[in-house]
Structure formats: structure tokens, C-alpha cells
């Protein structure tokens, strides 16, 4: 079964993710308040792996797991 959620999974919150410029470095400027998914890897029992980017230049991954509603008899 497929879905969508209706709030977003994940969302900006680590200084590399929300910051523009840092301090006196106008070189390290990024997009600030974005990040994408880059990739994706099921753990098994509705967890994931997802890679994904933050601003311009950075990097990481975060596990999610999902609590879908069980569906039965």
C-alpha cells in the first residue's frame, strides 16, 4: 500500500541545515531551511535508511521508522 503522509517526515533543524553564511566565512554560504532526500534503503520491519542533502553542500542520513496502522480481520 502506498501513502502520504500529511505533515513532512523530516525537517530542518541542525545549524548546517537552517544556517546560511557562517560567521566571517561569506564562502560556506548554503541554502538555508533545505534539505532532500537522496536516497533511500528499507531495514526491514517499516524502518529506512534515508541519505539525504542539506543547503548546498552537505550530507547525512537519519533512520525512520514508520507506525502504519495494521490492517486485519
Avoid at 500500500?1 to 564562502?27: H, I, K, N, Q, Y
Avoid at 538555508?32 to 524502518?47: E, H, M, R
Wanted: proline content about 8%; hydrophobic content about 40%.
Amino acid at each position: 500500500m502506498l501513502a502520504r503522509a500529511s505533515a513532512a517526515l523530516v525537517t530542518p533543524t541542525l545549524p548546517w541545515e537552517t544556517t546560511g553564511c557562517a560567521a566571517g566565512a561569506p564562502d560556506s554560504c548554503q541554502t538555508p531551511d533545505v534539505i532532500f532526500a537522496t536516497g533511500l534503503k528499507p531495514l526491514g520491519g517499516d524502518a529506512f535508511l534515508v541519505i539525504y542533502g542539506g543547503g548546498d553542500y552537505d550530507t547525512a542520513a537519519i533512520k525512520i521508522q514508520v507506525d502504519a496502522p495494521k490492517h486485519g480481520c
